[in-house]
Every structure is written in C-alpha cells, then in structure tokens.
C-alpha cells in the first residue's frame, strides 16, 4: 500500500526565511505525488504535482519540490516565505483513483 | 472559472435530522469525491464516483449515503446526523488517471445541533 509521512505537523518560520516542508513517502511503484495547501475554512488547492516527468517541480505561489527517490522523499520548500504563505499543507500520493493525504503541516510565518 | 462548488458553505442541522449536502461542477471530469474532514486532520475519503459507477470505502458508516443524478452534480446525504458527523464536507472532482490532480471545492462546515 502507499502511504506518505510529513514529519513536522507544525513548523515555524520567520518571513523571507527558507520554507521546508518534508514528506517521505512509501510506494511499491513509481508514485504520483502532489502538495496541497488549505487556507482557513477553504478546501485544498493544488500547489504542485510530480508525475515522473522531471525530479524538481516548480508549483504556484514561488513553492518547489524534488523528488529524490534515494532518499523516499518529496520535500516541498519555497526560498523567502511570505506572511500570505501560512496555511496547512498536505503531501498526497495517488493510487487507485484515490488521493492518500499526509497527517499535514500547519505553518506558521513569523513576523 | 471552471469550479467545484459546493452549498451550503455552512449547514446547522439537529441531531438525527437528515440532511443534503451538494456539490456541481464546471469541469466536466468523470471522478466525483467526497470527503470528511475534521479539525486538524486530513481529509477522509467517505466514496466516489467513477461516472455513475459508486465506490464506497469499507469504513464508510452506512448513514452516508450519496448520489449522483448526471455528470455536474453530487450530492451527499447523512440519514440520521449524530454529534462525531459535525466537521467539514469536502467535494472534489479530477479526470481518471492517477497522475490527474484533483480539484476541491471550498467545503460545507457541518455543525450538529
């Protein structure tokens, strides 16, 4: 079964400071893999997706992600955060029609 | 914008008191989820559709039941709402294939009276 693990389910970082956000995942196959972010009271929006196509994916909002597939990971990771960027994000990997969601990291931008 | 929409945005019910959550969609895709999410955890996958094909996860109490009447619309319904069922419905929608992304709608807040 695939499965991903987000370690950190509340990170701290002051504004313009380096965001990293870290997801490992376990799959059998090469994954799918794809970050989330949730804003108070909103659904997910999609930030960025890795299907295979190139080891470092760029997304929206200045977020990026390399798959390294030596380490099992898929950190998520943004150069200067921004007060706008604190929110809860998800690391999801995608299997029989079906998304399975980290336990999250909620992220705090401080001033 | 192409979109999920989901209504209400926030839904008071009395406990036992069915009620319908919907969710429609300009996307036209052909997989149709729901989802439970309660504070400060992931979403959970209660069922989905493939088109008009049901799947319904083994954990899914029998007291959520779901339709969906044509490819726009999705509805969920909760027979008999207990106090565990307040928490935030989540509606989404994606293409097949397992490298598509899937697309949610804002949520409908769920409170039980």
């Known amino acids: 079964a695939q499965s991903v693990t987000q370690l950190g389910s509340h990170v701290s970082v002051s504004e313009g400071a380096l965001v990293l956000l870290r997801c490992n995942y376990s799959?059998?196959?090469?994954?799918?893999l794809f970050w989330y972010v949730q804003y108070p009271n909103q659904g997910l929006q999609l930030l960025l997706k890795y299907t295979s196509a190139a080891t470092l994916v760029k997304g929206i909002n200045g977020f990026e992600a390399e798959f390294k597939k030596s380490e099992t990971s898929f950190h998520l990771t943004k150069p200067s955060a921004h007060m706008s960027d604190a929110a809860e994000y998800f690391c999801?990997?995608?299997?029989?029609?079906?998304?399975?969601f980290g336990t999250g990291t909620r992220l705090t931008i401080i001033p | 914008d192409a979109m999920v929409i989901q209504n209400p945005r926030y839904q008071v019910t009395q406990f036992g008191k069915p009620v319908t959550l919907s969710c429609s969609q300009t996307?036209?895709?052909?997989?149709m989820y729901w989802y439970q999410q309660k504070s400060s955890q992931a979403p959970k996958l209660l069922f989905h559709y493939y088109d008009k094909d049901f799947n319904n996860e083994a954990d899914t109490p029998d007291n959520f039941q779901s339709r969906r009447p044509n490819t726009s619309f999705c509805f969920l319904d909760i027979r008999s709402p207990g106090l565990g069922d307040a928490a935030m419905y989540l509606c989404?929608?994606?293409?097949?294939?397992?490298?598509?992304?899937?697309?949610f709608g804002d949520g409908t807040r769920l409170s039980i009276l």
């Open positions: 989404a929608t994606s293409t097949k294939g397992a490298d598509q992304p899937q697309h």
């Open positions: 996307l036209n895709h052909n997989v």
């Open positions: 799959s059998s196959v090469p994954p799918y």
């Open positions: 999801a990997v995608s299997g029989n029609e079906k998304l399975t």
